[in-house]
């Protein structure tokens, strides 16, 4: 992603590192000297009482003071020096003290010899001056503090800069490689940091992207018990609401066109309803009572004929009880007392599943099944008035069967719908016959029809089902069969 939070994240982080770096080098280079002076100033005032305090005491001749002023001197890397009247050393920290007694001799005396340079005056009262000097001879600065201690006697003391600015320099650099070494691995480890935050996030917006196709089935499996395990947990639980919210509205969206389309239809519906009923019902009403009449007035003694009169007349009464469950069905349905209720399910799933429960019927057919779908595929509709339409599509065309006696079934997706086609070799339905397929009790083959106790309402029942729910549904002439279709909603 070109604005992805773990880049953002990863570089906010690395920058505050970086900043903070060069922050702390800025401060190193400008402020570390001044710091440094400031705290030599307070050693030496510090050294400066502890040798006066000692001469106050008359102390200066003794060991111990000797000790306390090497003491100081190794501490703190001062030089000290104390001379008298005659300029003669009473306590030094150096061997070679001739050069320190003509220094302090010259400030004593305010004289300024050739080697001496800039001075700048940091602290004096009158009892001493504590000042930065340079010294032309070696070129090196020195923070110096000189006067007299309470017994008159003159003192020195000076501390070199030129060691805090080697030891500046040293961690200047020091500083520079290490912040950077800091920063990459700060940063690979930031980057690692943000990928194991982001994940969770990235997981979370595939979700909700699918949401927006409505495709609810992708939940949230982090285990997280932070914010993002929190806002995961409602995405799911929302997922769950958003589905079954969707599946309400597209019922009632049904309900609501079929109200309109049922008001219209009904006294139409009703008169067409008697009208094939009666039709429907004459011939075998007609044959039952013909040979029960045939066996009441003992037409013929003869038991095979009458055992064949009983198989007639149970025949027909079971062919009207069929009829009469399909028209009852149909009635239902075209009345709008059967309610549909739209739910999303796998109708590769429904597919298999009836043709596992039809397989005996299938081998007495001697049908060859051709079904190659394997993954699932979702639609919105009634499950088991969709399992209807596919149940009479192919017990059609189990009874139409020709030629290879092969049966495809085929579920074919495209951008938002579900084709589902069931296709039979045979022989073709004549053009003129096909607008009229869909209407109560039409029947292209008549004999053919009664010979497997057709009715002519399968496709009846299958238009009401499909209309419904307001989708599509077809027949098609092939090259060496017969294709029924319908289509459902995929989103």
């Known amino acids: ?5 773990r880049r953002q994240f990863a570089a906010i982080l690395i920058a505050l590192m970086t900043g903070t770096i060069l922050l702390c080098w800025l401060l190193n280079s400008t402020l570390l000297e001044k710091y440094y002076i400031e705290n030599k100033k307070d050693v030496l005032l510090e050294a400066y009482n502890s040798i006066n305090n000692a001469s106050n005491s008359g102390n200066t001749d003794s060991e111990s003071f000797g000790i306390e002023v090497q003491k100081i001197s190794g501490i703190y890397n001062i030089n000290i020096l104390v001379i008298n009247a005659d300029s003669q050393p009473v306590t030094s920290s150096v061997h070679d003290y001739e050069v320190l007694i003509k220094t302090l001799l010259d400030y004593v005396f305010a004289i300024r010899g050739d080697e001496q340079g800039e001075t700048v005056v940091l602290e004096q009262t009158n009892q001493y001056t504590i000042q930065n000097s340079f010294d032309r001879r070696t070129n090196i600065n020195y923070i110096e503090m000189w006067g007299f201690l309470d017994n008159g006697n003159p003192f020195i003391m000076r501390t070199a800069l030129e060691g ?4 500046a320099k040293i961690a200047n650099r020091f500083l520079a490689y290490s912040g950077i ?9 930031m980057w690692f940091i943000a990928r194991k935050i982001t994940n969770p996030i990235m997981q979370l917006a595939e979700i909700s992207a699918k949401m927006t196709e409505l495709d609810f089935e992708a939940r949230y499996t982090g285990k997280e018990q932070n914010e993002i395990g929190i806002l995961g947990s409602h995405m799911n639980e929302m997922s769950d609401k958003l589905e079954k919210t969707i599946s309400e509205l597209k019922t009632a969206n049904n309900e609501l066109l079929n109200d309109i389309e049922k008001k219209e239809e009904m006294d139409v519906m009703r008169r067409d309803f008697l009208s094939n009923v009666s039709h429907e019902l004459k011939t075998p009403i007609a044959l039952v009572m013909g040979y029960a009449e045939g066996l009441k007035m003992n037409v013929n003694d003869n038991p095979e004929d009458r055992e064949f009169y009983c198989d007639v007349i149970m025949d027909e009464a079971h062919k009207m009880d069929v009829l009469v469950k399909k028209l009852l069905t149909l009635n239902q349905l075209e009345f709008g007392n059967d309610v549909v209720a739209m739910e999303r399910f796998d109708v590769v799933e429904m597919i298999r599943n009836y ?16 079904f190659e779908q394997e993954e699932p595929v979702f639609v919105w509709g009634d499950e088991f008035k969709v399992e209807e339409v596919f149940m009479n599509y192919f017990t059609n065309a189990l009874n139409h069967l ?15 719908k579900v084709k589902i086609s069931v296709r039979n070799t045979g022989e073709l339905i004549p053009e003129e016959s096909i607008p009229c397929l869909w209407d109560k009790f039409y029947k292209v083959d008549k004999a053919r029809t009664r010979e497997y106790g057709g009715s002519g309402v399968g496709l009846s029942i299958v238009k009401a089902i499909m209309e419904s729910m307001n989708q599509p549904y077809g027949v098609n002439n092939c090259d ?6 319908f289509e459902l909603e995929s989103k």
């Open 1 to 5: 992603m070109k604005h992805s939070i």
């Open 164 to 167: 805090i600015r080697d030891s």
């Open 181 to 189: 070494f800091a920063a990459v691995l700060s940063g690979l480890i």
């Open 355 to 370: 043709l596992s429960s039809t397989t005996i019927l299938i081998e007495n057919s001697n049908a060859v099944i051709e």
């Open 402 to 416: 020709g030629n290879e006696r092969k049966i495809t079934i085929k579920v074919v997706e495209t951008e938002d």
């Open 480 to 485: 060496d069969g017969v294709e029924f279709w």
